[in-house]
């Protein structure tokens, strides 16, 4: 699986990937809503999973690489989380520190939503994060998500869920065709 955007492409997580992942998931700053930074066996384990997601369900979350420099930049994709009791598709992502507030998140987010909408058969879309994660809920919004609920969680002791329809999706890829015409 490869998907592009204009600056960037997203693939399939390796091992090789290992070294520039684990400097973004090892990070205080970048996991400061995880319970803590992820050592070098989480982040083993974090590629892994992705993979056995892959084999699983066809998508999981992917390698983001800057198509400028071929470096890996974060990961980005979809996992079945369980969001409030039900199990749904959720877009997650990190980003390498230096390179926030450049839009490489929602670009990211808006292609694996492309994904969800044209690729499977699922009718919504969900992001999810812990109620202090403004970052997070920033991206969801910019990308047509609209708050769905917050909730008390273990995790993130309160738990912000954003989503967008096939529909609304549908509604946002019309006007944006519309503008550029």
């Not at 999981?60 to 420099?69: M, Q, R, S, Y």
Request: hydrophobic share 40%; glycine share 6%.
């Amino acid at each position: 699986m490869k998907m592009e955007t204009e600056r960037l492409t997203l693939r399939e997580l390796t091992m090789e990937d290992f070294d520039a992942l684990h400097k973004i998931l090892s990070d205080p700053l970048t996991m400061r809503h995880y319970p803590m930074p992820f050592d070098e066996t989480r982040t083993r384990g974090w590629i892994a999973k992705n993979m056995e997601r892959y084999a699983e369900h066809g998508f999981g979350l992917w390698a983001v690489i800057l198509k400028e420099t071929g470096e890996l930049i974060g990961d980005c994709g979809i996992t079945m989380q369980n969001i409030h009791g039900v199990i749904r598709p959720e877009i997650g992502y990190h980003i390498r520190r230096d390179l926030w507030r450049k839009g490489y998140a929602s670009e990211a987010a808006r292609a694996c939503m492309e994904f969800i909408f044209e690729q499977t058969m699922f009718d919504s879309v969900y992001s999810y994060m812990k109620y202090t994660n403004v970052a997070s809920y920033g991206v969801a919004l910019k990308n047509g998500m609209t708050f769905i609920e917050e909730y008390d969680d273990p995790v993130n002791m309160r738990t912000r869920v954003y989503a967008i329809s096939r529909e609304a999706w549908q509604a946002l890829k019309a006007r944006e065709v519309r503008r550029h015409d």
